[in-house]
């Protein structure tokens, strides 16, 4: 029988890396649930309010998102809207040549992963360095995240330390402090060279037009030290109504992200370098990047749009734990990627229709969630979609015999009574394909089809 | 999701579900004896079959409205519905409603939805009992089924059971995390499903419990199957079991 392909992956993924990714993550979990309970008397209360404000966001983005557009004029910004992922790299190149920008440092930024815009870059000649140490590791070894907020938490640190000599950083040396201290003086190189700095942003305030930005690492700060140029790829859902709403969000994206009351770096920025403020970038484009963006505000799994992307979702997640991000084949990975990434595909959503079935459904993500996201609902609603396109999905029984026996009480009842037989049978010998999984490890309670109904009968007639 | 101002009283339907009809007759008799010395009345419609979550989970949502309508039209009426399993509770009061959205008999389900209880969270916060009678002496792990996230069910259990002279409830690591059933999940992921299993029992055994306790059959019927193949000592037992054992020895 053919195999679902998250089961597959599990299946063949490495013990190694099954338990590194399964250990960061139940700690991820941990940190996370003690700092919010910690911190909060209500935590709960907190996440349902972030979840308002980010629905209440998404359903009136074409205001906010014109006001946004606005306020960053006002800042002396450039905005541009890009529809595609091929727009929004033909955005960025472009505005790189025509500023004459050879060389480009990155700070890590979903958005450009989901567009491969190092890949288009990388045809253009220009040079796109990430300064994510994480995703620097991961673009040395031309490898794919596979975490949201920690990229590399499939690798171990001698992977890393081969990696780094390969690339000429020094001989080999796997103590990670050795390794940081390297990527940090080959990065302050390309800073000091670089003539663009390419940034995500983790929210714009529509009101006040600043966009905001966190790191732990500080690094996309010296992405807008020296370099002429700032390109900032967002999504258009990223937009909220104003700087007051980041009291909320700010406070639960480090605390579901890495268990921390706040990132270590959170930057405003109000716009390039002008006359009375003249630090950072001459330069500024903010890119608004749909990619199907609208085409998911459309459907009836609008609610994923909230999502700000701190991961807590994939580090409570039991099937993430045993598959690892790289098993959802897309750049996001984990329930939030089950949802997130069969719409974003569009017309090949029957490519990534299993996605949404990798999942016991039961809703630990949906516990997590800052933004309050019913991610077990929206997998349901995928997986309706998946069959009314019918979509493969391996090993999923037909249910229409089921549905007929569940809707006809006469059949039912002899069907349960006919069902002690089973007890008679050697199960584990019969091709039975739906039933062989099951008893491959585990047993079957016996079967006593009918008991009940006698019993409660006998009861009445006394 | 807990549905405010359900109706409790103690006249009862009982939806015994289709793991208590095919292969679990002792957890619903366990049910009936607790609801009767609750001083319910119970009323348990013959032609119930299943809440139609199996293939509600499979995504084929009509064949899953054609068992639901089958369902509603079985339990029609006004007396709450009390289900010994959190999962299929959650089928009636969320997943119904999910799936007729857009559907003109929608009203209908709503108001099965609305009637609809978990054992545990209607005998605690439906009747108001606070304590459980009699004696259980046995150490037990308390698995929190995973679709009563968010509901009164699992305090509500264990508040009753830890009422229970004798019994000790053993508290065990990554207590949030699923048993790995998940209904047809767990033919379709059997290596996912099996390891996520197994991950529960060695956090359940460390505490050397002598039971693992939860109010659904389907995660039990999986943990249980799997302790009986690996050969790990614990038994699977449903709540009721336990407050029907306890009632013997009280009286």
Redesign the interface.
């Known amino acids: 029988m053919p195999e679902q392909k998250v089961e597959l992956f599990a299946r063949r993924l490495d013990p190694g890396v099954q338990k590194a990714v399964h250990d960061n993550s139940a700690a991820g979990t941990l940190k996370r649930y003690s700092i919010l309970g910690g911190d909060y008397d209500t935590p709960d209360e907190l996440r349902r309010l972030a979840g308002q404000i980010r629905q209440h966001s998404i359903e009136h983005l074409d205001t906010y998102l014109e006001q946004a557009e606005k306020s960053l004029h006002r800042h002396g910004a450039h905005v541009h809207f890009a529809v595609t992922a091929e727009d929004a790299c033909q955005a960025v190149s472009g505005i790189l040549e025509r500023a004459g920008a050879r060389k480009v440092v990155k700070s890590k930024s979903m958005i450009s992963e989901e567009i491969h815009l190092n890949d288009h870059l990388a045809t253009r000649g220009i040079e796109s360095v990430e300064t994510d140490l994480g995703e620097y590791i991961i673009q040395i070894d031309g490898d794919h995240p596979s975490h949201i907020v920690k990229p590399i938490i499939h690798k171990n640190r001698r992977d890393i330390a081969r990696s780094f000599e390969r690339e000429g950083l020094g001989d080999y040396n796997d103590d990670p402090e050795t390794i940081t201290r390297r990527a940090r003086s080959f990065m302050r190189r390309k800073y000091l060279e670089a003539d663009a700095g390419i940034t995500g942003a983790n929210f714009v305030s529509a009101e006040s037009g600043r966009l905001v930005l966190v790191t732990n690492e500080g690094n996309s700060r010296f992405c807008l030290a020296a370099p002429r140029v700032h390109i900032a790829l967002v999504g258009i859902e990223k937009v909220i109504p104003s700087d007051a709403d980041l009291a909320v969000l700010l406070n639960l994206l480090g605390r579901s992200a890495t268990g921390q009351q706040l990132t270590v770096y959170t930057e405003f920025i109000n716009g390039p370098a002008l006359t009375g403020r003249p630090s950072g970038p001459r330069e500024m484009h903010v890119i608004f990047v749909d990619n199907r963006r609208s085409e998911i505000l459309a459907s009836d799994c609008r609610e994923i749009l909230r999502c700000i992307r701190c991961g807590a979702c994939l580090n409570v997640c039991p099937v993430y734990r045993q598959a690892s991000g790289h098993a959802y084949r897309s750049v996001y990975p984990g329930p939030v990627g089950a949802v997130l990434s069969p719409l974003l595909a569009g017309k090949k959503f029957k490519e990534l229709a299993d996605l949404p079935k990798a999942s016991s459904l039961c809703g630990a993500c949906n516990e997590v969630c800052p933004v309050d996201i019913p991610i077990p609902d929206l997998l349901l609603k995928l997986r309706n979609r998946g069959h009314e396109e019918h979509a493969p999905s391996p090993g999923t029984p037909p249910m229409g015999a089921f549905a007929m026996l569940a809707s006809s009480p006469l059949l039912w009842r002899a069907a349960m009574q006919g069902s002690r037989a089973m007890n008679l049978v050697p199960l584990d010998k019969l091709p039975l394909p739906y039933l062989q999984p099951w008893l491959k490890t585990r047993t079957l309670p016996e079967w006593r089809g009918g008991s009940f109904r006698r019993w409660m009968k006998s009861r009445h007639s006394r | 999701m807990t549905i405010s101002s359900r109706p409790a009283g103690r006249s009862v339907q009982l939806m015994?579900t289709?793991l208590?009809?095919?292969?679990?007759?002792s957890v619903?008799?366990a049910t009936?004896e607790v609801l009767e010395h609750a001083g319910c009345d119970i009323e348990?419609p013959?032609?119930?079959?299943?809440c139609?979550q199996?293939?509600?989970?499979?995504?084929?949502?009509p064949?899953?409205r054609?068992?639901m309508?089958?369902t509603v039209k079985?339990f029609e009426g006004e007396k709450p519905v009390v289900v010994p399993s959190g999962s299929c509770a959650a089928m009636l009061f969320h997943?119904a409603v999910?799936?007729f959205e857009k559907e003109t008999d929608l009203p209908a389900v709503k108001h099965l939805a609305s009637r609809s209880w978990e054992l545990a969270d209607f005998l605690v916060n439906g009747l108001g009992i606070q304590s459980w009678p009699g004696r259980f002496p046995a150490r037990i792990a308390f698995h929190r089924a995973?679709?009563t996230?968010?509901t009164g069910s699992g305090d509500a259990a264990l508040q009753l059971l830890q009422s229970i002279q004798g019994l000790e409830v053993v508290p065990f690591g990554?207590a949030?995390?699923?048993c790995?059933?998940?209904?047809?999940?767990?033919?379709?992921?059997?290596?996912?499903?099996?390891?996520?299993?197994c991950?529960k029992l060695e956090h359940i055994t460390a505490g050397n419990p002598d039971f693992v306790v939860s109010g659904d059959m389907s995660c039990l019927?999986?943990l249980?199957?799997?302790a009986?193949?690996?050969g790990k000592p614990v038994k699977p037992l449903h709540f009721a079991q336990i407050l029907q054992s306890a009632l013997h020895t009280h009286a």
Do not use: I, Y
């Open positions: 015994a289709c208590c009809d095919a292969f679990f007759d619903a008799k009936v348990f013959e032609n119930q079959t299943c139609g199996p293939a509600f989970n499979c995504g084929d949502w064949a899953s054609e068992v309508r089958h079985v997943g999910l799936e995973c679709h996230r968010g990554e949030e995390q699923c790995g059933f998940g209904g047809t999940f767990s033919v379709s992921f059997p290596h996912v499903s099996s390891s996520m299993g991950l019927m999986h249980g199957g799997l009986e193949r690996s």
